[in-house]
């Protein structure tokens, strides 16, 4: 008791107490303080987004490869070989492979002159039966069935000048960047979601969109770009004739939809404030998930403005599709 009462006089009398930090001294627990206070480490992110055109995911798609072959080689040997092809052009990647990759796996042979490494990987993971994804600056290879529910992937699109003027991701040729640039604000302008640790880079001469994010969230990206092209191909042929294709030919009809139908199809790409819907679907996936055919050099595009679902594709089909939805509006059943 009288010990406690002596440590309670000794802290009245002794003024403020100063704290202790167990891995600093007292004599440097200021300056260190200084020194975070000083550098912002307190502020500055765990993750910070590779400059445009430097992470590997982006760097591989115009890294072409002189030469590479495997040849009846294991999983982890054509792994191994497409690493060291990358780095000896140049580009430091990082594969780790998951040890399930590597058992009761087949044999792997493939070999390409002068072909992207992208597109070299691309034919590892089909030939591997394995999935590739991107985390930081690794590429991890690992079996479909991942515990990870939001891993992260990538994917690249070549869009054509129309599609890229109607996203608005063309950049200026001299870019202080170099040819790539940042893209993932005007995706984000579009309703595209880049939580944290994701991006994307855009190639201005080879009209390339690289995109690092979620699996569900590069599929709304496919489809939002399915519907751009629909609209581009839509306009182009909206006030022309049937065009004669090898073995049939191709028609544009508008279908005019009231509101509340319109409301539906549109939905089902974007959400009322204009973000990508999970699980997007673009206009022409909507019509072929309701039974239209869209052969190759069709397509479809819903005009909100004016409640019209503009349709590409064969006049019987066309017919047929018309009919049923217009006895969907009618009964006030549209799917």
Sequence with gaps: MKTLFSLFLGILFCGQATGLDPFFPPEEWEAYQQRILKDRAHEKPAWERPKPGTSPAVTIQTLILPEFAVENGSVETAFNAWQSACR?????????????????????????????????????????????????????????????????????????????????????????????????????????????????????????????????????????????????????????????????????????????????????????????APFAASTQSWAESRGLVIPLGGGAWLDRESFTLWLRSRPDALDEFSQKLEQAQKAADMP
């Design 88 to 276: 000896k052009g140049g580009v430091n990647v990082q594969v780790y492979l998951e040890p399930a990759t590597l058992i009761n796996r087949p044999t792997i042979t493939h070999a390409a002159k002068g072909e992207t490494a992208a597109k070299a990987l691309s034919y590892l993971e089909n030939l591997s039966i394995a999935r590739v994804r991107l985390v930081q600056d690794a590429f991890l290879v690992g079996t479909p069935d991942e515990l990870d529910p939001h891993p992260l992937h990538f994917r690249v699109w070549l869009l054509s000048e129309s599609v890229e003027g109607l996203l608005s991701v063309k950049q200026p040729k001299q870019s202080a960047e170099g040819k790539w640039t940042a893209a993932e604000d005007r995706l984000r302008a579009l309703g595209t979601a880049f939580p944290h640790g994701t991006y994307a880079d855009y190639h201005s001469e080879l009209r390339a969109l690289v995109v690092i994010n979620t699996k569900v969230t590069l599929d709304s990206i496919s489809e939002l770009i399915t519907e751009t092209q629909g609209r581009e191909l839509i306009r182009q042929f909206m006030d022309k004739a049937p065009v004669q294709m090898e073995g049939y030919s191709l028609e544009v009809r508008g279908l005019r939809l009231n509101r509340e139908n319109a409301a539906k199809i549109g939905d089902c790409l974007k959400d009322g404030k204009g973000r990508l």
